[in-house]
């Protein structure tokens, strides 16, 4: 009896996955027709392996331009946010001083706000008045910036978990405040970088909206702008459009098949904590 | 002694050089001058090219109270996250009853529902973009369904609801994982207690297993009007706000103001409206999720 309701819940959940997995599977399988067999029959599978979308996507959406983009801006946005959000959240856990609280309350008090409160003047500020539209480090420096809160708050809390005996035994040894740090803090913040990095990357990896609003030129566009463009100013190439957002997801599902157990702890953790 | 408290001191200003200067120059510059400047934008009728700007008060407010088409957008953003909460929740909890009542392959599942999540915003709603288009209309021609046989992004109250139905689709597998963690936390014994008391499946589900996670669903109910009320990039490649500007939800009909219609000060003064209701949301969210702790 018991076992029977198992495999009826079993069998339930599987086709409920199998239904949430179609849009998914519809659009792999179009990615290998020719534009007219989708719109006729999207639900046949393809009779012969054509790479012909692929290559017409690969070429129309700039992508791998568009892909080396993508990976400068999220390898770069993630060390220097991970540099910066660790000390400062040492320096926060560490120093009592009046002054970092001060910061510290004012961080959090800011992360409420939504990015559309900074929008508009961001692309006055930076697009208009420095003239720095099309520059891959103007949106490296926006994500560390909008990212670095955040981080702080999860490196500060994570920190004040590591006992300060740890750092006394350092001074003792004749380590500064910045050696501590270094090799006793650091090394033992591992399990908190993992969950930072994998929030910060795949947030900054999706983006489209901060970036779509300074990087404009062909040569500067990241995938998920490269991939707009693509949809928005050709018509009726229904299917390589399809093949242009498979292969937009493949590198991000590559590496959830890697590291999935931190990628669904980074991003749940990231957000209820946040 | 003087010497060493002066060395101290300086010591302490390096100390914050090093660590704390860098994060709050990028934070001012980020953060804060854009939020500063960004109030002083919603004084003025600035459209983002003209010379001369003009100090117009709080006119931009003004504007943003009267104007009926952004009345019209906060119900319909109210309408669909009211829908969004409800379905993507149901389904969470569903999802998570199922992967953890110990059938084969939990982990899989898992990873199966989650993945929506690690996929942008733009590309899911592109994706389910050609499915309403040209799979859903083949069913409907196929099996004769009426409603089915015309797209629904182009029907108005349909696109809503197309907006609603893969927003739910994407948020349930994600609320799924905090609702997991809820559930396994669930003492064991209390649920082979009820079960040894003769309890049906249901009834271990609504009174034992519901009431211990109603932390869990604060949370999720918290987390998921935030996320549909900011709900942005699948507006954006789902139904791009039509058909006839019937499904611009707040986020985007800010981002139609300032950089379609080019009102930066209007754009701005919109912005900061939807600043304070999001700020009210997580103030609710603080208070409650807060209260829900003591209580336990």
């Not at chain 1, 086709?15 to 999207?42: D, E, R, S």
């Not at chain 1, 991970?82 to 120093?95: D, W």
């Not at chain 1, 970088?193 to 929030?199: A, D, E, G, K, L």
């Not at chain 1, 901060?210 to 040569?219: A, E, G, I, N, R």
């Amino acid at each position: 009896m018991k076992k029977l309701k198992k495999a009826i819940v079993f069998f339930l959940t599987l086709f409920v996955l199998i239904l949430f997995m179609g849009p998914f599977l519809i659009l792999i399988i179009n990615t290998f027709k020719p534009t007219a067999a989708f719109i006729k029959t999207p639900f046949a599978l393809p009779t012969k392996f054509m790479l012909d979308n692929y290559s017409l996507a690969i070429k129309r959406m700039n992508f791998w331009v568009a892909m080396i983009n993508t990976v400068i801006i999220t390898v770069n946005t993630v060390l220097i946010n991970m540099v910066i959000g660790s000390m400062t959240g040492y320096l926060f856990a560490r120093k009592k001083w009046k002054i970092n609280s001060i910061i510290f309350g004012m961080f959090l008090a800011f992360m409420v706000a939504p990015f559309q409160v900074y929008m508009i003047p961001m692309v006055q500020i930076y697009a208009g008045t420095f003239g720095l539209s099309n520059n891959l480090f103007l949106v490296i420096y926006i994500a560390v910036g909008l990212n670095l809160p955040f981080a702080v708050f999860l490196y500060k809390g994570f920190t004040e978990g590591i006992p300060t005996q740890l750092d006394e035994a350092a001074r003792i040894d004749g380590c500064s405040f910045g050696l501590t740090y270094l090799r006793i803090v650091l090394p033992l913040l591992k399990p908190i970088i993992v969950t930072v990095t994998v929030f910060v990357a795949l947030g900054v990896w999706n983006d489209y909206l901060m970036s779509s609003l300074f990087l404009t030129k062909s040569q500067d566009k990241t995938l998920a702008i490269a991939i707009k463009t693509f949809l928005t100013n050709h018509s009726a190439e229904y299917s390589p459009m399809m093949a242009g957002l498979l292969l937009g997801i493949l590198p991000i599902i590559a590496f959830y098949l890697f590291g999935q157990k931190y990628i669904i702890e980074g991003v749940v953790a990231g957000s209820v904590k946040g | 002694m003087m010497r060493r408290d002066f060395r101290k001191r300086f010591g302490d200003i390096l100390c914050f050089a090093g660590f704390g200067l860098p994060a709050l120059v990028i934070w001012i510059s980020v953060v804060l001058i854009p939020f500063i400047f960004g109030i002083w934008i919603t004084l003025t009728d600035w459209n983002g090219l003209a010379m001369q700007i003009h100090f117009v008060g709080f006119e931009n407010f003004h504007d943003v109270f009267s104007d009926p088409t952004m009345g019209t957008s906060f119900i319909k953003t109210v309408i669909y996250a009211f829908f969004t909460v409800i379905a993507s929740n149901i389904m969470g909890i569903l999802l998570a009853l199922a992967v953890t009542s110990g059938i084969k392959g939990q982990n899989l599942f898992r990873i199966g529902f989650f993945t929506p999540n690690i996929i942008g915003g733009i590309i899911l709603g592109y994706i389910w973009r050609f499915i309403f288009l040209y799979a859903f209309t083949a069913v409907g021609k196929g099996l004769e369904i009426e409603w089915m046989k015309t797209s629904w992004l182009t029907h108005p109250t349909r696109a809503l609801i197309a907006l609603i139905i893969v927003s739910s689709w994407q948020l349930s597998g994600y609320l799924m994982v905090i609702y997991i963690a809820g559930l396994t936390s669930v003492p064991k014994d209390l649920i082979d207690a009820a079960y040894a008391d003769g309890a049906s499946a249901l009834q271990i589900v609504s009174t034992v297993k519901l009431p211990l996670i109603r932390n869990s669903i604060a949370i999720c109910i918290f987390l998921s009007i935030s996320r549909a009320f900011m709900s942005f990039d699948m507006n954006l490649s789902l139904t791009a706000g039509g058909p006839y500007k019937s499904t611009e939800l707040i986020a985007y009909k800010i981002y139609q103001t300032a950089f379609t219609s080019m009102e930066f000060g209007k754009g701005q003064a919109q912005a900061i409206v939807f600043f304070v209701i999001v700020a009210i949301i997580s103030l609710l969210q603080v208070y409650f999720t807060r209260k829900g702790v003591d209580e336990q």
